[in-house]
């Protein structure tokens, strides 16, 4: 399983880390998700995601200032 390791956001509330975790794990091609210390492993599901959900990601990522650059490696589907 492919997976991307990703500095996590700093979170302002509880709710703020629910919203986050929520919006991630609704994206279809996130199997799971791990967090250890400061550190997020995404887990993918097999097979390459869609342009939609690279969509996803980047919003997310965006919206919680992490590092857009950390999702070069994933292809998206044409």
Do not use: N
């Given at each position: 399983?492919?997976?991307l390791?990703?500095?996590?956001?700093?979170?302002?509330?509880?709710?703020?880390?629910?919203?986050?975790?929520?919006?991630?794990?609704?994206?279809?091609a996130?199997?799971?998700?791990?967090?250890?210390?400061a550190?997020?492993?995404?887990?993918?599901?097999?097979?390459?995601?869609t342009?939609?959900e690279?969509?996803e990601?980047?919003?997310?990522?965006h919206r919680?200032?992490?590092d857009?650059?950390?999702?070069q490696?994933i292809?998206?589907r044409r």
């Amino acid at each position: 399983m492919e997976s991307l390791t990703v500095r996590g956001p700093m979170f302002h509330s509880l709710g703020d880390e629910t919203a986050f975790f929520t919006w991630l794990r609704r994206i279809r091609a996130v199997a799971d998700v791990k967090k250890r210390g400061a550190e997020l492993t995404i887990h993918l599901r097999p097979g390459k995601i869609t342009v939609d959900e690279a969509r996803e990601f980047r919003a997310l990522f965006h919206r919680y200032g992490l590092d857009t650059s950390d999702l070069q490696g994933i292809e998206t589907r044409r």
